[in-house]
């Protein structure tokens, strides 16, 4: 890969800076329902917290990564990094001081208003990084390099929530959060564009038609650096492959945020899952999501195309959660789980298929306009799941289906399924030489 040395120097900040967040995940249940509802394994309220976080960040990052996006288009990559490496530090280091409800309740609020920047900026961030740097017949392979980075992060984040404490999961990813902003500030190098991105459309368009909206946003002034509904919408509009991939990405950022806020509940009131049960889950799932992405992906994703590994990984997230909401016994979730290999498939193809729709000096907005639409679907995903959850979960379900919720989280995924089956991934500078031949 191009550039190898650079975007090492990328991976390893994403890596450290994964491991921290996502080593606390198993734990965090736990955790919660000892704070809110302490010795019983059925909690509403806890349920009811964790979606509503969630709603909150998601609500936050709608408008911020865009933003986020934009400003590194403009004034570099490494200086926006160090916006959400920083910020994660602060909640990690108020749970590795103390556990009690007290601390939880400031973690959980500083956790709430950060998230809005850190639960999707520093993958925003990185994607315009390899967009710079990678050339565009690569980025198939780079970005699911790039995803495999994540998922080996959530391998051994969960795998030393297995063999760690509580107390010791929390002191370690504060430790870890800190190493990961001081080694991007150390070895990162920016990368070099030669224009400036502030003086640009947002989106160059090569049709007719959408030329108003181009000469609409040809000057982005930094204090007004979010992208206006214009400008987004005219995004979304520059093409069907961009459309349908904001699409997909909603469905399957509603699965995924879905599958966050209920299922570690469903397990525990089904099945009595602790924190290394969940551990066992995520290890599976995520050493799986490793091999796809860092093997599988590289390697068959210039062949097959990124259309067909999409369709893939959408279908082996409804598979995941049909198998999980019907579990019959508690070695299922371990077995479906194994549809890891293939699950995360899609988030690192939608990346991909965007990334060839939209020019160089556009990356950052662009993913970060997908990421918003992203973090808006998780701001809608925990109004709708988390009280279906918590209802089938109850005595008063008004029929007895615990899994129904996970079965919901499944159908979004499908819905995802078919509107890949639709989609042709053509570059935009196809379609740009397409629309000269034709005028």
């Known amino acids: 890969m191009e550039n190898w040395g650079s975007l090492s120097h990328l991976f390893v900040t994403v890596f450290l800076s994964n491991v921290a967040l996502l080593m606390v995940n198993p734990a965090i249940t736990d955790v919660t329902m000892a704070a809110v509802c302490p010795g019983k394994d059925e909690c509403s309220l806890a349920i009811y917290l964790t979606g509503f976080q969630q709603a909150i960040a998601g609500l936050g990052s709608v408008v911020m990564m865009p933003l986020i996006g934009n400003l590194s288009d403009a004034y570099g990559r490494k200086t926006l990094l160090t916006v959400p ?16 409800t007290t601390f939880f309740y400031a973690y959980y609020a500083f956790r709430t208003l950060t998230a809005m920047v850190t ?10 990084y390899l967009a710079d740097t990678v ?10 390099v790039l995803s495999g980075v994540v998922s080996a992060a959530y391998v051994c984040g969960t795998l030393a929530a297995r063999l760690l404490s509580t107390t010791q999961i929390f002191q370690v990813a504060a430790v870890i959060s800190i190493i990961a902003a001081v080694y991007m500030g150390v070895f990162l190098k920016d990368t070099t564009r030669h224009t400036d991105a502030l003086e640009q459309p947002i989106l160059k368009q090569g049709i007719e038609n959408s030329q108003a909206c181009s000469e609409s946003s040809k000057k982005v002034n930094f204090f007004k650096g979010i992208p206006s509904p214009k400008d987004i919408i005219c995004l979304l509009k520059s093409s069907i492959t961009f459309s349908l991939a904001a699409s997909i990405a909603f469905f399957n950022s509603l699965a995924e945020a879905g599958l966050e806020a209920c299922l570690q509940y469903f397990l525990k009131a089904r099945f009595h899952f602790m924190k290394d049960q969940f551990a066992d889950v995520l290890l599976i799932t995520y050493i799986g999501a490793t091999i796809s992405n860092v093997i599988f992906m590289p390697i068959f994703g210039p062949v097959i195309g990124e259309e067909v590994l999409l369709s893939l990984g959408l279908f082996a997230g409804f598979l995941n959660m049909f198998f999980d909401c019907i579990a019959w016994s508690a070695w299922v979730p371990y077995a479906s789980a194994s549809f890891g290999v293939f699950l995360f498939l899609a988030t690192p193809n939608i990346r991909s298929i965007i990334s060839k729709q939209v020019g160089d000096n556009e990356q950052g907005v662009a993913q970060g306009c997908i990421l918003g639409i992203s973090s808006f679907a998780n701001v809608i995903s925990p109004l709708i799941f988390s009280p279906l959850s918590a209802l089938f979960l109850s005595e008063t379900a008004p029929f007895h289906f615990p899994g129904f919720s996970i079965l919901c989280v499944g159908l979004s995924w499908l819905i995802g399924f078919f509107l890949s089956t639709t989609m042709k991934c053509i570059p935009r500078e196809e379609v740009s030489n397409r629309d000269s031949t034709e005028a």
């Open 85 to 100: 490496l920083v910020l994660s530090i602060i909640p990690l280091v108020i749970l590795a001081w103390k556990r009690t």
């Open 119 to 128: 639960q999707g900026g520093v993958i925003c961030i990185a994607l315009g």
């Open 135 to 144: 050339s565009e017949a690569k980025r198939v392979s780079a970005f699911g």
